[in-house]
């Protein structure tokens, strides 16, 4: 399915037309709920990144990170080993400076190698996009469509005050996402 579709599942639902800004609104948040509740296989992106090979300390910015979300790993190339996260007061820790780290101040990521390198490998988790019926697709509403039209629709009911309706909701989800998270991390579910 797609948003348009996923959009129309939640109406017939809810069956409060004046309501579909609100519908909208949900289904994107299920979809970002969702996807930053885990780490999900197939929002994990991957590319290669010059580096200055004269530097030991440089930084990249984020925003050359797709929609990025945080990292799963930074890694030279033609070594066993990926760089650890820190955090800039870990830095210095001991009056000895961390090798090999990395950390994120502001809207760049600092890296620090003991060797040059002249490019680095980055996985990161990237956040969804903002669905609109001009943009309907994502893999989640096609893995796992009902159980984003449960939240949803129970966000929605929430929302208008019908509670009942609103809990037999986001218990559906509830038990989608219990089923469906470990799958979805692992990469194994479509």
Not at 23 to 50: K, P, Q, W, Y
Not at 69 to 84: C, G, I, N, T
Request: with cysteine.
């Amino acid at each position: 399915m797609n948003f348009t579709e996923i959009s129309a599942e939640v109406l017939a639902i809810v069956k409060r037309p004046d309501k579909i800004n609100d519908i909208r609104r949900e289904i994107n948040a299920s979809v970002n709920f969702c996807c930053n509740d885990t780490e999900c296989a197939r929002d994990l992106a991957e590319g290669s990144f010059s580096l200055d090979g004269s530097l030991y300390t440089q930084s990249l910015p984020l925003s050359g990170f797709a929609r990025f979300r945080k990292f799963s790993y930074l890694k030279p190339p033609a070594v066993r080993w990926y760089l650890s996260p820190t955090t800039p007061v870990k830095v210095f820790d001991n009056c000895k400076e961390a090798c090999n780290s990395y950390y994120v101040a502001g809207a760049d990521v600092v890296i620090k190698t003991s060797a040059l390198h002249s490019s680095l490998l980055v996985g990161w988790y990237a956040f969804p996009p903002v669905l609109t019926d001009l943009a309907p697709t994502f893999w989640l509403l096609d893995a796992s469509p009902y159980m984003i039209i449960d939240r949803a629709a129970a966000k929605v009911f929430a929302n208008i005050g019908d509670d009942a309706s609103a809990s037999k909701h986001m218990a559906a989800f509830n038990t989608a996402w219990l089923s469906a998270r470990a799958d979805l991390a692992s990469g194994t579910m479509p």
